[in-house]
């Protein structure tokens, strides 16, 4: 592990900028409630807040992507950066929500810069065998960012409603200066020119990049970054709303299960994630923990004891704290030369479903609450369903490579 050795501070610095961007966005659960009492908002209005910041960082992922392979990683991670700040600093400072919104687009466009970025930076400096502990420690640093996001927001607004924003844009716009001193960039002149060579074979609007995805390798894992995203973003969403209505679980209850589950998810991603993958292969790992994510969603409908809810969920988190990581190992091997490219598409995708996820559980969350964990659970399974069969058309074309992480 002497490359990872050797770029351990790159990594500990982009696990820092990752970590803040999912922070701030996690930092908006706990205040919201207020914000809607002071700024006269509604629930609907809440909603589309949430569907904006995904649908912006949708549309922009694929070209900030292209953007990382021709102009280098750490330019779009610094800006990015930078734009995350005062993405926050607006919106600590809204008092109508015109501009409200106009935060979360500016946040969803940060997140489209900064994500696909760091994800090639991470693809850059590794080797094949050390990427898996890369992605691993992003990843970790995702969770923990909304693990603590909400926990954060909360402590911070009792020294007033904005604060917490206030803190985080400046948090955010110190990492960025952390960034444009101490990064290098990853990228060599030869690879810079290579990959724009890349990018620009890839060019077109988004809608042509994701109607010309299927045709990628790696299409099927865009589709399973899709259903992961929407079966989380429909599990989370409704969770609280769910426990509270059906079993009368207080806030403190709330926040410890989901707050363990995660924390296991977090360590799990920074120390055993690279055994694990090396030692069973992506293929594998991302169909089983389909399946026990499935599963165990279906699952929630029928526990009943707080104990045995708190399993459940704790099941549920690793399996996706696991599949999130693996996923991106798997596209990043297939990429290539165009790390900033698939990393923009797994993006998109990712925003896809946390467009989808939030608003179709709210609906079928109004008309039966255990709808949406029932959609959760069929959707997951099918997906498994699907890795199944593509792990196996693998095996029968390259039996010597059955267990192959591609």
């Excluded at 351990?8 to 009492?37: C, D, Q, S, Y």
């Excluded at 649908?55 to 990015?80: C, E, H, N, W």
Aim: a positive charge.
């Amino acid at each position: 592990m002497a490359l990872m050795l050797k770029n351990r501070g790159a990594i500990l610095i982009l696990m820092l900028n990752i970590f803040l961007v999912f922070t701030g966005i996690g930092l908006i659960i706990p205040i919201m409630p207020k914000f809607m009492n002071n700024l006269g908002i509604g629930g609907s209005t809440i909603g589309l807040l949430v569907a904006t910041f995904s649908l912006t960082q949708f549309l922009f992922s694929p070209l900030a992507g292209r953007l990382a392979d021709s102009y280098g990683r750490k330019r779009m991670i610094v800006l990015g950066m930078i734009v995350f700040a005062v993405s926050e600093v607006i919106f600590g400072m809204a008092s109508a929500p015109a501009l409200l919104f106009a935060s979360r687009m500016l946040g969803g466009i940060s997140a489209a810069m900064i994500m696909p970025a760091v994800m090639a930076y991470v693809a850059d400096i590794t080797t094949e065998e050390e990427r898996a502990a890369g992605m691993g420690y992003i990843n970790a640093a995702i969770t923990t960012g909304f693990i603590i996001g909400p926990g954060i927001g909360g402590y911070i607004a009792e020294f007033g409603i904005r604060v917490p924003f206030f803190a985080a844009g400046a948090a955010g716009f110190i990492a960025g200066c952390m960034s444009l001193f101490v990064l290098r960039e990853s990228l060599s002149a030869k690879k810079s020119s290579s990959d724009s060579s890349a990018a620009a074979d890839k060019g077109g609007s988004l809608l042509s990049q994701l109607l010309n995805s299927y045709r990628e390798p790696f299409f099927l894992s865009l589709i399973i970054v899709f259903v992961m995203s929407f079966g989380l973003a429909n599990f989370e969403t409704v969770f609280g709303l769910f426990v509270d209505h059906k079993f009368g679980f207080q806030p403190g209850d709330i926040a410890f299960i989901i707050t363990f589950g995660s924390i296991a998810g977090a360590v799990v991603q920074a120390t055993a994630f690279s055994w694990i993958l090396n030692r069973f292969g992506e293929r594998n790992v991302i169909t089983i923990c389909l399946l026990f994510a499935g599963l165990f969603i279906l699952m929630t409908l029928f526990v009943h004891k707080f104990w045995m809810i708190f399993a459940v969920t704790f099941v549920v988190f690793l399996a996706i704290d696991i599949l999130r990581p693996a996923i991106s190992v798997q596209m990043s091997r297939l990429a290539m030369d165009r790390q900033g490219y698939v990393a923009g598409l797994n993006s998109a995708y990712t925003s896809l479903g946390n467009i989808a996820g939030p608003i179709i559980a709210g609906v079928l969350f109004d008309i039966n609450i255990n709808y949406p964990y029932t959609l959760a659970c069929m959707v997951l399974l099918i997906c498994f369903g699907l890795s199944l069969r593509a792990k196996r058309q693998m095996q029968a074309q390259s039996p010597e490579h059955g267990s192959s992480t591609t």
